[in-house]
């Protein structure tokens, strides 16, 4: 298990589940000498990450880049992948692919999770669907280049009503032309929908490729009421290798959701 930690560097989500923000340096130079393995970026959009600047960090602080969200294109940009308007989901396949080539490009997978968006009006939950298929086909196989997978997430039924459940998403993704979909499995998520969350992730077995380390409350694990004992239990037994991320809300601050998101690492894992 390798343990990673979050960095927003889009204003329009600030009060998000995200640990650092704005400041990439500051984000990684903390992340460092807390003892993380990574870091994973939440940039506003691919042409706004200083690629080389971000590279330049990791190697200064011997980091290594976990993951790369495209959840800016819902929350700064207002684009779906499952949008009615055929331009619109055009445009969002865009920004999703402009960053699984920058993530790619750096060794990393990106993450699809809010910009795979809902159904509602006039378009059905099949068309959903259909439509989050097509674009998950057409971006896997960039990730695929460069030998990495292309994570899809489900996500609680406040935040979408398309695939919330860790069964659904199986089956979903087993239905397309694309072998390197892996889902990111996140335990804030989990606790809403998932009648048990260690069940759910053995269930996920080898297509589990990330985990988003995060109490019932989506404070940093160990300030909610998760029991955390059979998640670590799970995932050792499904041989779970990948990383162990904090997407959690910074609360009471940065520092101290960076601190306790070691410890309960560092507590569980090693």
């Keep these: 298990m390798r343990s990673a930690?979050?960095?927003?560097?889009?204003?329009?989500?600030?009060?998000?589940?995200?640990?650092?923000?704005?400041?990439l340096a500051t984000?990684?130079?903390?992340?460092?000498?807390?003892?993380f393995?990574?870091?994973?970026?939440?940039?506003?959009?691919?042409?706004?990450?200083?690629?080389?600047?971000l590279t330049q960090l990791l190697a200064q602080h011997r980091l290594r880049l976990a993951a790369v969200g495209t959840g800016a294109g819902w929350v700064?940009?207002?684009?779906?992948?499952?949008?009615?308007?055929?331009?619109?989901?055009?445009?969002?396949?865009?920004?999703a692919a402009a960053i699984v080539e920058v993530a790619g490009g750096m060794?990393?997978?990106?993450?699809?999770?809010?910009?795979?968006?809902?159904?509602?009006?006039?378009?059905?939950?099949d068309q959903a669907l259909a439509w989050l298929g097509e674009a998950l086909?057409?971006?896997?196989?960039?990730?695929?280049?460069?030998?990495?997978?292309?994570?899809?997430?489900p996500l609680n039924r406040y935040e979408t009503n398309m695939l919330n459940r860790v069964h659904d998403s199986l089956l979903f993704l087993k239905q397309l032309r694309?072998?390197?979909?892996?889902?990111?499995?996140?335990?804030?998520?989990?606790?809403?929908e998932e009648a048990s969350v260690a069940?759910?992730?053995?269930?996920?077995?080898?297509?589990?490729?990330?985990?988003?380390?995060?109490?019932?409350?989506?404070?940093a694990v160990g300030f909610g009421h998760t029991p955390i004992a059979p998640v670590v239990q799970a995932l050792r037994d499904i041989r779970y290798a990948g990383f162990v991320s904090g997407e959690v809300v910074p609360l009471p601050d940065s520092d101290t959701a960076a601190k306790q998101t070691i410890a309960s690492i560092k507590k569980w894992f090693h």
Aim: proline share 6%.
């Design 5 to 23: 930690i979050t960095i927003s560097l889009v204003p329009e989500a600030r009060g998000g589940p995200f640990v650092f923000w704005d400041d």
């Design 27 to 35: 984000g990684c130079q903390q992340a460092a000498a807390l003892g």
């Design 37 to 53: 393995d990574a870091v994973e970026i939440f940039p506003r959009s691919a042409q706004e990450l200083d690629v080389d600047r």
């Design 76 to 95: 700064a940009h207002k684009l779906r992948l499952t949008d009615l308007d055929a331009g619109t989901r055009r445009c969002a396949r865009e920004f």
């Design 107 to 125: 060794g990393a997978p990106a993450i699809v999770g809010s910009l795979q968006g809902r159904w509602e009006g006039a378009v059905t939950r």
């Design 137 to 153: 086909e057409e971006l896997a196989p960039r990730a695929w280049n460069h030998g990495v997978p292309l994570l899809f997430e």
């Design 178 to 192: 694309a072998p390197n979909v892996k889902l990111l499995c996140d335990l804030f998520h989990m606790n809403i």
């Design 199 to 219: 069940d759910a992730l053995r269930l996920a077995g080898p297509l589990l490729g990330h985990v988003h380390f995060a109490d019932s409350n989506r404070q």
